[in-house]
Nanobody, 116 residues
Framework: QVQLVESGGDLVQPGGSLRLSCAVY????????MGWHRQAPGKQRELVAT???????DYADSVKGRFTISRDNAKNTVYLQMNSLKPEDTAVYYC??????????WGQGTQVTIAS
C-alpha cells in the first residue's frame, strides 16, 4: 500500500520559517504531480502548491513569493519551504501524490501554527 508521511510542522512566530517534507513509500510506479494542501479549523481544504515531475509549479495567490515547492524524484519526496509566515497560514498541511497507473494518495497531515 502506498503511504505518504509528512514532517516538519511546528509552532512558530509570525515572520518565521518552516520546511515541510513528505516522503512517498512503496510506490511501484512513477509519481506524476505532487503537492500540498491545507485545512484550517472550520474551513475546506485548499490548494497551496503543486509541482509536476518535470518541475513545473503552481501556487495559491495567498502564498506566492513566500512559499516554494520542490521535489526530489530519486527520494520520492516533496518539500514546502515556507517563509514570512503569517497567522492566517495556520492549518493542517497535507501532501498528496498522483501515482501513475494507480491513483492519488493523501498524507495524514502535519500541524502548522503561527502565533505570538
Amino acid at each position: 500500500q502506498v503511504q505518504l508521511v509528512e514532517s516538519g510542522g511546528d509552532l512558530v512566530q509570525p515572520g518565521g520559517s518552516l520546511r515541510l517534507s513528505c516522503a512517498v513509500y512503496r510506490s511501484i510506479f512513477s509519481i506524476n504531480a505532487m503537492g500540498w494542501h491545507r485545512q484550517a479549523p472550520g474551513k475546506q481544504r485548499e490548494l497551496v502548491a503543486t509541482i509536476t515531475r518535470s518541475g513545473s509549479t503552481d501556487y495559491a495567490d495567498s502564498v506566492k513569493g513566500r512559499f516554494t515547492i520542490s521535489r526530489d524524484n530519486a527520494k520520492n519526496t516533496v518539500y514546502l519551504q515556507m517563509n514570512s509566515l503569517k497567522p492566517e497560514d495556520t492549518a493542517v498541511y497535507y501532501c498528496y501524490a498522483d501515482v501513475a497507473w494507480d491513483r492519488g494518495y493523501w498524507g495524514q497531515g502535519t500541524q502548522v501554527t503561527i502565533a505570538s
